[in-house]
C-alpha cells in the first residue's frame, strides 16, 4: 500500500478483514502474553516489517545524519564498509539481543489496562498493537542518534516485535481462516509503515501537529476528548526527553529503556531495578 495515501484510505475495509482478531480482548491471550526466554529466531515471512526499517524511526533526521557521513567519509572507507561492514564499537550480536531485549523493556512496561480506562481505548488485540507501535517508535527516535549500532538495534526490536505480533494473533484467531490471518497481519504491516510516519512528521512539529498524528494514529480519527488528546500529546514529549536521557551504554549492551507513568514526571524507581534484573539474566537465542 501506497504509505503517502493512507490517510485516504478507507479503514472500514480493513477493519471488517480483521474484526475476527483485532476486536478480541488481548486480557483472553494470558498464556502467552510474555515472549520469556525468547525462543530461536524465527525467520522473517514475506511480509517481515525488516524491509522497511530503513525508511522508518525519525526520517529527516536519519536521512540527515546519513547524508553528512556520505559526505565526509573518504574513497577508501566507502570500499572498506562496502567489503566488510561499517566497524562497531559492540559486536553484532550483541546488539541483536540488546534489541529483543529492549522489546521485553516495552511489554514489560506497557499497561494496556490503565490506557484503556484513562483514554478510553477498547480493549482490544488491535489497541495494544497501536500502544506496542506507540513505544516502539518512541525507542527507535532515540536509537536513529546511535549509529550503525542504533540501525542494528532498531531492525532486531522491530523484529522481535513483528514475531511476537504474529505469535499473539495467531493464538486469538484459532477460529479464522488462514487468508483472513494473513490480511489482519498485512494490516498491521501497513499501519506500523503510516503510523511511523505520521508521527515523525508530528514530531518534528508544534503540539497541534503532534495532536493531529496522535488523533489519526492513536485514536484511528475517532472522537476523542480534547483533553485526552492533549494528555496524549504531553505524553509523548515527555516519554521522548525522557529516553533520550538515557545511557547509552546501557541501551546498546543490554537495551533496558525505561518510560515515564501516563500521569506525572517521576519514573518508578522499583520498576527500573527489577527490569534491570531481569535483562542481566535474562537469556534470549537467536
Not at 53 to 81: G, Y
Not at 244 to 267: A, D, R, V, Y
Request: hydrophobic residues 40%.
Amino acid at each position: 500500500m501506497n504509505v503517502l495515501g493512507w490517510s485516504k484510505f478507507s479503514l472500514r475495509r480493513l477493519n471488517f478483514v480483521c474484526s475476527n482478531l483485532s476486536q478480541r480482548s488481548l486480557h483472553t491471550l494470558n498464556p502467552v502474553l510474555q515472549i520469556q526466554p525468547l525462543e530461536a529466531r524465527l525467520k522473517p515471512s514475506s511480509q517481515s516489517l525488516l524491509q522497511f526499517t530503513p525508511l522508518v524511526c525519525s526520517t529527516c533526521s536519519t536521512r540527515f545524519l546519513q547524508t553528512a557521513s556520505a559526505e565526509n567519509s573518504s574513497m577508501w572507507s566507502k570500499v572498506k564498509n562496502k567489503i566488510l561492514g561499517p566497524e562497531l564499537t559492540i559486536p553484532k550480536r550483541s546488539l541483536a539481543l540488546a534489541g529483543y531485549k529492549m522489546y521485553i523493556c516495552i511489554t514489560d512496561q506497557l499497561d494496556l489496562e490503565e490506557f484503556v480506562k484513562e483514554i478510553n481505548l477498547p480493549d482490544t488485540f488491535n489497541s495494544w498493537v497501536i500502544l506496542l507501535d506507540l513505544h516502539v517508535w518512541i525507542c527507535m527516535v532515540r536509537l536513529s542518534n546511535m549509529g550503525e549500532e542504533g540501525k542494528i538495534l532498531r531492525q532486531n526490536l522491530v523484529q522481535a516485535m513483528w514475531q511476537d505480533i504474529q505469535k499473539r494473533g495467531k493464538q486469538l484467531g484459532k477460529e479464522v481462516p488462514g487468508g483472513t490471518q494473513r490480511r489482519a497481519l498485512q494490516h498491521y504491516n501497513d499501519m506500523l509503515r503510516a503510523y511511523l510516519f505520521n508521527l515523525d512528521e508530528g514530531l518534528l512539529g508544534d503540539d497541534r501537529v503532534l495532536a493531529g498524528s496522535v488523533w489519526r494514529t492513536v485514536f484511528e480519527k475517532q472522537q476523542v476528548d480534547p483533553e485526552v488528546l492533549a494528555l496524549m500529546v504531553h505524553y509523548i514529549r515527555k516519554q521522548i526527553h525522557h529516553v533520550e536521557k538515557q545511557e547509552s551504554n546501557l541501551i546498546m549492551s543490554q537495551g533496558l529503556i525505561t518510560f515515564l507513568p501516563l500521569h506525572g514526571e517521576t519514573e518508578n524507581k522499583d520498576l527500573r531495578t527489577k527490569l534491570i534484573t531481569k535483562l542481566f539474566n535474562q537469556r534470549v537465542m537467536l
